[in-house]
C-alpha cells in the first residue's frame, strides 16, 4: 500500500498570500496518478487537480499542481476567502487507492 | 446533471450487518468504475473499495477486506455496498464516487455522492 503523507497538517494564512501544500509518497506514484481534493464542512470532496498537474474542470487557474515519483504539490497562489477548507491528497495507480490525511489552510 | 445519491445509513449494533446504496443518474452507468470511500467524523479520507465497470475487477482495503462485499447492479444504476460483522471503527459518513474516464480501471473521484452516516453503536 502506497502511504501518502501531507504537510503541513494545518496552513494559517491570510487571503491574498500563497499557499503551498505537500504530499509526499511511500513508494513511487504510478505515472503521476495523483489527484488532489478541497472539502469544506459539511460537503462532499470536491477534485481539483488529476494526474498531478491538470486542472478539473471549472477550477480557477489560482490552483495548480506540480511534482512527479514520490513528492507532490499543490499551490494556491493567491487564496480567496472560499479557499479556507481541508485539502487531500490521492493515488489513484495502484489497486489500492490511498489519500493522504489532509492538510486544513486556515484563515490566519 | 451526473448525481450520485447515497441511501441506506443508519444505527446499527457491532456485530451486525447493513447495506448502502448509491442511485447514479445522468450518465451511463455501466461503462465507469466506481468506489466507496469513507470518513469518520471530523477526521480524513479512506478509500474502501472499487468496482469496475462489468464487475471484474474488485479491490478493498485492508481494514475492511473479508468483512464488506461490493457490487452492481448496470441495469438498475446502482451500486451497493454490503458491511458485515461491523465494528464501532467502521462509524463513518460513507461516499459513492465515480472514476472520471470511461472504461477505465484506475481514475481520479468525480463526482461524490453527498454521503450516508453509518453509526456502530450498542
Known amino acids: 500500500e502506497i502511504v501518502l503523507t501531507q504537510s503541513p497538517g494545518t496552513l494559517s494564512l491570510s487571503p491574498g498570500e500563497r499557499a503551498t501544500l505537500s504530499c509526499r509518497a511511500s513508494q513511487s506514484v504510478t505515472s503521476s496518478y495523483l489527484a488532489w481534493y478541497q472539502q469544506k464542512p459539511g460537503q462532499a470532496p470536491r477534485l481539483l487537480i488529476y494526474?498531478?498537474?491538470s486542472r478539473a474542470t471549472g477550477i480557477p487557474d489560482r490552483f495548480s499542481g506540480s511534482g512527479s515519483g514520490t513528492d507532490f504539490t499543490l499551490t494556491i497562489s493567491r487564496l480567496e476567502p472560499e479557499d479556507f477548507a481541508v485539502y487531500y491528497c490521492?493515488?489513484?495507480?495502484?489497486?489500492?487507492?490511498?489519500f493522504g490525511q489532509g492538510t486544513k489552510v486556515e484563515i490566519k | 446533471e451526473v448525481q450520485l445519491v447515497e441511501s441506506g445509513g443508519g444505527l446499527v449494533k457491532p456485530g451486525g450487518s447493513l447495506r448502502l446504496s448509491c442511485a447514479a443518474s445522468g450518465f451511463t452507468f455501466s461503462s465507469y468504475s466506481m468506489n466507496w470511500v469513507r470518513q469518520v467524523p471530523g477526521k480524513g479520507l479512506e478509500w474502501v473499495s472499487s468496482?469496475?465497470?462489468?464487475?471484474?475487477?474488485?479491490y478493498y482495503a485492508d481494514s475492511v477486506k473479508g468483512r464488506f462485499t461490493i457490487s452492481r447492479d448496470n441495469a438498475k444504476n446502482s451500486l451497493y455496498l454490503q458491511m458485515n460483522s461491523l465494528r464501532a471503527e467502521d462509524t463513518a459518513v460513507y461516499y459513492c464516487?465515480?472514476?472520471?474516464?470511461?472504461?477505465?480501471?484506475?481514475?481520479?473521484?468525480?463526482?461524490w455522492g453527498q454521503g450516508t452516516l453509518v453509526t456502530v453503536s450498542s
Open positions: 464516487a465515480r472514476v472520471v474516464v470511461p472504461a477505465a480501471d484506475v481514475g481520479w473521484f468525480d463526482p
Open positions: 494526474g498531478a498537474s
Open positions: 490521492q493515488q489513484y495507480g495502484s489497486s489500492l487507492r490511498t
Open positions: 468496482i469496475s465497470s462489468s464487475s471484474s475487477y474488485i
